[in-house]
């Protein structure tokens, strides 16, 4: 049969209605996620859509790293990716993260740094490693923590940047042990100087210090 005999018009092509809402939705995620590899992210994004888990697309462009012409690593657009696919079960396995990471085009080498650092076993406590992605973006502790107020918070873009205090307080331990030459009076100190501003009536049985109302219970970055 002649070519053109086997030519279809337009009236004979069934688009699925669907289609360009999943194509429209899809583009707007790659241009606001800027993945390195495409395709491996394309594969990521469908598999995740296909099993209707948290998808793999940031929130927003990080315009300064857009621009940028090498590839940065993890970034506080990415690791609150991670974190919208990974804290809702407060753990997951080192294979799931592993994926996780790999559908966001991130350098492997960087993962099992901190794999390394945290002395994780097959099963991982999201909030430690989620510290030590902070801790990467941010390289001391204070800058860490910024970080994970960034990333933490529900105030709108601009606000205050606030999160729990309990929050505030494990991340914070876990950190300053990871680094070795801080004391435990160190750490109780600093945390029980924050406590007249942020915390809420009651006993914090985290650090065990009597505390007041005038935040309501959340730490902001001004606050350290």
């Known amino acids: 049969m002649p070519l053109f005999d086997a030519m279809y018009c337009a009236q004979q092509i069934s688009i699925p209605p669907e289609l360009p809402e999943i194509l429209k939705n899809f583009t707007k995620a790659a241009i606001r996620t800027q993945p390195k590899d495409l395709l491996l992210w394309s594969a990521a994004y469908f598999s995740a859509l296909s099993k209707g888990e948290c998808l793999p697309i940031k929130d927003k462009l990080e315009m300064n790293v857009a621009t940028q012409k090498t590839d940065t690593g993890l970034t506080p657009g990415l690791l609150k990716t991670l974190h919208k696919q990974l804290s809702p079960r407060q753990t997951c396995s080192k294979e799931e993260l592993q994926r996780k990471w790999k559908g966001l085009c ?5 993962l099992e740094t901190l794999l390394s650092l945290g002395c994780f076993s097959s099963e991982i406590y999201w909030m430690e490693f989620f510290a030590l992605g902070c801790s990467a973006l941010g390289g ?5 923590l910024k970080f994970a107020c960034e990333i933490l918070t529900e105030d709108e873009e601009g606000g205050a940047m606030r999160i729990p205090f309990d929050t505030f307080v494990k991340l914070y331990t876990y950190l300053a042990h990871l680094d070795g030459d801080m004391p435990q009076d160190h750490i109780d100190n600093f945390l029980r100087s924050l406590q007249p ?17 005038k935040q309501n219970g959340m730490i902001q970055v001004s606050n350290f």
Do not use: E, F
């Open 197 to 213: 501003q942020i915390a809420v009536g009651g006993t914090d049985a985290l650090v065990s210090l009597p505390v007041s109302n």
């Open 106 to 110: 991130l350098p492997m080498d960087q």
């Open 140 to 144: 001391t502790l204070m800058s860490s």
